[in-house]
Structures are given as C-alpha cells and as structure tokens.
C-alpha cells in the first residue's frame, strides 16, 4: 500500500480542504467535552497541523503535550503552530512502527490519522495506546470509517465533494463495530461510538 503522507503536495491538499470538512467541528466538540480539563499530560497521534491538539489546549493550558506526525509537510506546519508554546513537543513519527517510549498519559488522541494504518496495525496501535494510558485515563479517536456499502459511501463522497476525484489510495478504511470490539477485548471500558456522521465516527475508550 503507497502511503501517500510524505508527500508535500498530498498533505497540503489536505490542509486546504479539512476545515470545510461538513460537520466536523461537531464531532470535534464532542471530543472536547469528554477530556477532562484536568489532565496533565495528552499525546496526539497523527497531529497534522496540530488543529485537534490546538483546540484541546484552549481549557487545558496546563497539560504538557506530545505531538507526533511523520509527514514532513505536517510537522512543519504543527512546529510552527506549537512555536511558543513550550508545553508541547512535536516529534516525528511513522504510526506504521511501534510507538516510542514516552511515558504515560492522561488522554491519547487522534484526528483522521489512523485509518491509513493496515487493520492488523490499527489493532497493536490501540494495545500500545491502552498500555500508555494511566488508570481512568480516555482515548478519543475521531476518525474515518469504513461505510456499509458502496452507496452510502458514495453519499459520503458526494457530501465532503470529493465524487469527482478516485478515492485515497492511502485510506484503509475499517467499520466503527469492529474497531469497538477490539476496545473491548483489550480491556477498556465506556467503549461506544459518541458521535458519527456517515464516514466520520468518534470511537471513544477508558482505561479502568
């Protein structure tokens, strides 16, 4: 599978449409209101630009921050957001590899990242996650999922008006329900899908 992040060109492409995304501030602000403004250390998988993490920093100044992102493109464009703030440290990293030692957290999250992993790799990422959380601590992936048919993936593609162009190459895409019951059988607990919205689906999981 050509993963398609360490271009320049594909990542900017994105850039320019994934404010304009139809209803993801929705699915943003749901995210925010079950992290707790009380955490103290938060690790963003897939950061992008560092919009989600931005966004949780606003109620949460305190937390200490870890940002990792392996397309060049993107982590130019999160350092530059993170520049002056010293709470958060942008590392580059390729989630196709195990993740790299970096402590415990509070809150793990991740904005439309980690569906461009293999499933297999999809199902260790969310192990290694679970062994990062400290006890009662959240994941909270927003992400793209996979529809339940070829139309209602079209519907999908017309509505974020995309049907013009093929599909991402780059997206391996997977359904919310069998994502939960890998939450599940990993041991967290609250595991639901808190919101969604045809291809875009909050997964949400405790660690007890």
Known sequence: MTNLWSSADHALKYLAIADTLPHRTEGEGVLLEHVPKTVQRI???GTGNGRLLSLLKID?????SIALDFSPTMLEAAQ???????TVQVIAHNLDEPLPTLGTFDAVVSSFAI??????????LYQ????????????????????????????FRVAIGISEHPDDRSNILLDVETQLQWFRDIGFDDVDCYWKWLEMALLIGIRP
Do not use: M, W, Y
């Open 128 to 155: 290694e996650i679970f062994t990062l959380l400290e006890p009662g601590g959240i994941f909270c992936n927003l992400e793209h999922v996979a529809s339940p048919n070829a139309k209602v993936h079209e519907q």
């Open 60 to 64: 949460r100044p305190q937390a200490k």
């Open 115 to 124: 569906h461009h992993l293999s499933h297999e790799r999809k199902r260790s």
């Open 43 to 45: 690790l963003d998988l």
């Open 80 to 86: 530059t957001q993170f520049a002056d703030d010293e």
